[in-house]
């Protein structure tokens, strides 16, 4: 659901220009259905790593869990150069573009109907429906928690990704300092040679 923002920011995101971890962060919200109705799920994804940095469930579309992931994100002493989210309301809301200035981070929006702008986050979210969500009946809010904190620890800490040369993303995450320091990082976070 777009915002109305005051302001807009263009789409900043290259895929082919993310050459390391904390270059660009990316966010979006999906829904996650219980057995009687839904939850809301939003991520914050580093899309050199594909690692998951942080997520929260909501039963309601407000700003306040997408910032509350934002704090978690930020919590762990790193931030981006870049933040990447689509133009919904909870994004384009006042509160977290503010936030994200009092970091000195730049922003960046998906043009309007542009899903392919946040490919990498998608990708995110088709993985987890088709390989979690969608095999079980989650009875209640508590049991949606519990399966996908269990699922994204093992999407990160163990699930080796193709393309990231067979390591996980919380490997490539962890092994490479932020981009600001060594911008010659390839995909798998080797050095390039020069």
Same mark, same amino acid.
């Given at each position: 659901?777009?915002?109305?923002?005051?302001?807009?920011?263009?789409?900043?995101?290259?895929?082919?220009?993310?050459?390391?971890?904390?270059?660009?962060?990316?966010?979006?919200?999906?829904?996650?259905? !219980?057995?009687?109705?839904?939850? #809301? $799920?939003? /991520?914050?994804? *580093?899309?050199?790593?594909?690692? %998951?940095?942080?997520?929260?469930?909501?039963?309601?579309?407000?700003?306040?869990?997408?910032?509350?992931?934002?704090?978690?994100?930020?919590?762990?002493?790193?931030?981006?150069?870049?933040?990447?989210?689509?133009?919904?309301?909870?994004?384009?809301?006042?509160?977290?573009?503010?936030?994200?200035?009092?970091?000195?981070?730049?922003?960046?929006?998906?043009?309007?109907?542009?899903?392919?702008?946040?490919?990498?986050?998608?990708?995110?979210?088709?993985? !987890?429906?088709?390989?979690?969500? #969608? $095999?079980? /009946?989650?009875? *209640?809010?508590?049991?949606?928690? %519990?399966?996908?904190?269990?699922?994204?620890?093992?999407?990160?800490?163990?699930?080796?990704?193709?393309?990231?040369?067979?390591?996980?993303?919380?490997?490539?995450?962890?092994?490479?300092?932020?981009?600001?320091?060594?911008?010659?990082?390839?995909?798998?976070?080797?050095?390039?040679?020069?």
């Amino acid at each position: 659901m777009p915002g109305e923002p005051s302001e807009r920011f263009p789409c900043l995101v290259d895929l082919k220009q993310v050459r390391a971890a904390d270059q660009i962060w990316a966010t979006d919200i999906t829904f996650i259905p !219980l057995q009687k109705g839904f939850l #809301y $799920l939003v /991520a914050i994804v *580093d899309l050199f790593s594909r690692n %998951v940095l942080s997520w929260k469930l909501s039963n309601s579309l407000d700003t306040e869990f997408c910032l509350q992931a934002l704090e978690m994100a930020l919590s762990g002493g790193r931030k981006p150069e870049i933040f990447h989210a689509d133009q919904g309301c909870q994004f384009t809301s006042s509160d977290f573009v503010a936030r994200l200035r009092e970091e000195t981070i730049k922003i960046s929006w998906s043009g309007r109907k542009r899903c392919y702008d946040n490919i990498l986050v998608e990708r995110l979210w088709r993985t !987890l429906k088709y390989e979690e969500v #969608y $095999l079980h /009946a989650y009875n *209640d809010g508590w049991e949606a928690e %519990v399966n996908l904190a269990r699922f994204l620890w093992r999407y990160c800490h163990v699930r080796p990704h193709s393309s990231l040369g067979g390591k996980t993303p919380q490997e490539v995450y962890t092994e490479t300092e932020p981009c600001s320091s060594r911008p010659e990082l390839t995909m798998s976070g080797a050095r390039t040679v020069q």
